[in-house]
């Protein structure tokens, strides 16, 4: 990952969003976001702009099977009980 983004960047980017009138937006950085860029997105109202940082990104991306190669799958088994009782 490269370095942080900082609120600076998350300000334009609501700047831009309210500039076209939306109520909502999405924030994707590969990297992470500074502590001053969390907060600052959480004091807004409009537009509400949600973060996700290279870590979120990687889980949604393992999440929905984006960009990802399945290595392997297990199977889990349980005991089944009634298998032993006697009719």
Known sequence: MG???????????????????????IFITT??????????????????TVLIDGKDLAQLMIEYSLGVTKLATYEVKRKDLDHFIED
């Open 3 to 25: 370095g942080l983004c900082w609120e600076t960047r998350n300000s334009q980017v609501c700047g831009a969003l309210k500039g076209q009138g939306a109520n909502k937006g």
């Open 31 to 48: 990297s992470a976001f500074s502590g001053e860029a969390t907060s600052h997105a959480s004091k807004i109202d409009s537009p509400k």
